[in-house]
């Protein structure tokens, strides 16, 4: 993401580090650039500012998913079902992830 947009939110970040959506934005650029560690790092920096961005967590999960670690994406999905409990795509998650859980041991 050298130049360009992302560039340009990673400036904006510096001086207003606060903003969610360009966090969570920088964390898109970064999933689509094949960089999940710097992903995973925005997706967070994005939820700490505010714990109710469900994409975020979503996405967050899905990276510790793939990643193998699907203890952590069990824990961040299980938390983002306690705000939004009617969230059909992070029920299924958490199913196929309990799943893979319980077939690993």
Avoid: M
Avoid at 7 to 31: I, S, W
Avoid at 36 to 63: F, M, N, Q, W
Wanted: hydrophobic share 40%; net charge neutral; with cysteine.
């Amino acid at each position: 993401i050298d130049g360009g947009c992302g560039k340009d939110l990673e400036d904006l970040l510096k001086k207003q580090p606060k903003l969610t959506l360009a966090h969570f934005c920088l964390a898109l650029l970064y999933d689509g650039a094949g960089k999940p560690d710097e992903a995973a790092s925005a997706y967070g920096k994005a939820l700490a500012i505010d714990p109710h961005c469900l994409e975020a967590s979503t996405r967050l999960g899905v990276i510790h998913a793939v990643k193998g670690d699907t203890a952590t994406a069990i824990r961040i999905w299980e938390e983002a079902l306690e705000k939004f409990p009617d969230d059909p795509n992070l029920k299924k998650n958490l199913t196929i992830a309990r799943e893979t859980q319980r077939n690993a041991r």
